[in-house]
């Protein structure tokens, strides 16, 4: 899978709480939940991810609460992809349970800025800012995490590994 589009750059210790404020952990509705993604962070966010749907942070990006509400509402915002310098491990997890990519690689977040036109390749572990012309190499997903990506997460995916067994 190649994900090409323009980079949104935000800074260290993203937590869950600006993600998505905890006013709204009330609704389980992906459109609302999108509708407030980051705004006590960036209120012009909602504008910048109509063309741009890369998110490059820092590091201990998603720390906090451990809510699922955080990378749903990233990705129901329409975001494709989170590179960080460094992820708290429960919402990396929750993350990819959702079928959200996120890459830890340290160099490629520094190196990244806000607007790059980036092309990042799933599967061969490539990272490329079209902008600059640098390359990063990461390690590719295994084969099952890449399959639960591609199925839009573990409910979709274990409901498709469901319906081949019928």
């Not at 129901?76 to 959702?98: D, T, W």
């Not at 990042?120 to 890449?146: A, R, S």
């Amino acid at each position: 899978m190649v994900i090409k589009d323009k980079s949104i750059k935000y800074g260290n210790n993203v937590d869950t709480d600006v993600i998505i404020p905890a006013r709204y952990l009330n609704t389980s509705s992906e459109s609302e939940l999108a509708a407030h993604c980051f705004e006590d962070l960036d209120k012009d966010f909602q504008q910048k991810s109509i063309n741009r749907k890369i998110i490059i942070a820092g590091e201990n990006f998603g720390c906090g609460s451990s809510r699922e509400h955080a990378p749903i509402s990233i990705k129901s915002s329409g975001i494709k992809l989170i590179i960080a310098e460094s992820f708290a491990r429960i919402f990396f997890r929750n993350a990819i349970n959702i079928g959200l990519p996120v890459i830890a690689h340290p160099e490629a977040a520094k190196n990244i800025k806000d607007g790059d036109d980036l092309e990042i390749d799933l599967d061969n572990g490539v990272i490329k800012d079209i902008t600059t012309g640098k390359e990063f190499k990461t390690n590719p997903f295994p084969e099952f995490i890449q399959k639960l990506i591609k199925n839009g997460g573990y409910v979709n995916f274990v409901k498709a590994e469901t319906s081949k067994e019928s």
